[in-house]
């Protein structure tokens, strides 16, 4: 499970696999959003459409940051029985 994380440099290393692959321009932000669309998917966190206009903002953004919230959906969900069992 990620983090908490303390600083930058503690969620870039959930997210080398980002920068290890993916140079080419726009590919990074289709990586990073498509971790935060998963994640949202695989514990049940419902999104409305102004949802997904943030989370493309946030994928064009460091893709540390946007792990940051990958981390707080999958720590928030943890042991409560949510994971993957309906909208939040």
């Known amino acids: 499970m990620p983090g908490?994380?303390?600083t930058e440099g503690d969620a870039s290393?959930?997210?080398?696999?980002?920068?290890?692959a993916y140079h080419k321009r726009g590919v990074m932000a289709a990586k990073t959003l498509d971790?935060?669309?998963t994640v949202c998917a695989e514990?049940?966190?419902k999104l409305g459409e102004f949802d997904r206009d943030v989370?493309?903002?946030l994928a064009r953004q460091k893709p540390e940051r946007a792990q940051v919230i990958v981390g707080l959906?999958?720590?928030?969900?943890a042991g409560n029985g949510r994971s993957g069992t309906g909208p939040v």
């Open 73 to 77: 959906v999958e720590r928030a969900t």
């Open 4 to 6: 908490p994380y303390e």
């Open 55 to 57: 989370l493309r903002w």
């Open 13 to 20: 290393a959930d997210v080398r696999d980002i920068y290890a």
């Open 35 to 37: 971790r935060l669309t």
């Open 43 to 45: 514990h049940g966190v």
